[in-house]
């Protein structure tokens, strides 16, 4: 696989409090996702460099957004974050690029706007693992 930019994002969506999948890429500016997982230090004295066991995994995905409050959008999906459906341990946050695919189950909890000086309406929230299934690509 060649090296690429981050630009043609194709999928970045999140289920809204009914569980239903949001494309809400085009209102999102900015994500920064990361997985990462607990690492032991297992190290002996009889070693002179060191010895780590991966811990459990992790995962969360921030994103920076355009308040946008049109029929399925960033504000239709975030504003009752609280909101879970029975049988659901979080909402459901895909992402994929490049033919390749993210899906987390992740708990929002927060939907912060920021007016800025210039009269921008923003925000930046972020999700985290809900389910204890460790992410992966695919």
């Known amino acids: 696989m060649a090296k690429e930019s981050g630009l043609g994002v194709t999928t970045l969506s999140i289920d809204d409090s009914a569980g239903a999948a949001q494309a809400v890429k085009n209102d999102i500016t900015q994500f920064n996702l990361s997985t990462p997982s607990g690492v032991?230090?297992?190290?002996?004295?009889?070693k002179s460099a060191m010895e780590r066991l991966l811990l459990l995994a992790d995962g969360q995905l921030q994103i920076t957004y355009v308040f946008n409050d049109a029929a399925n959008q960033i504000h239709a999906v975030l504003k009752n974050y609280r909101t879970i459906l029975a049988g659901q341990e979080g909402r459901t946050t895909s992402l994929a690029h490049s033919g390749q695919t993210l899906a987390m189950e992740l708990l929002f909890n927060d939907y912060p706007l920021t007016r800025a000086a210039d009269g921008s309406l923003t925000g930046q929230a972020t999700g985290q693992l809900a389910d204890g299934t460790i992410p992966a690509w695919s």
């Open 40 to 46: 032991q230090d297992v190290t002996g004295i009889d």
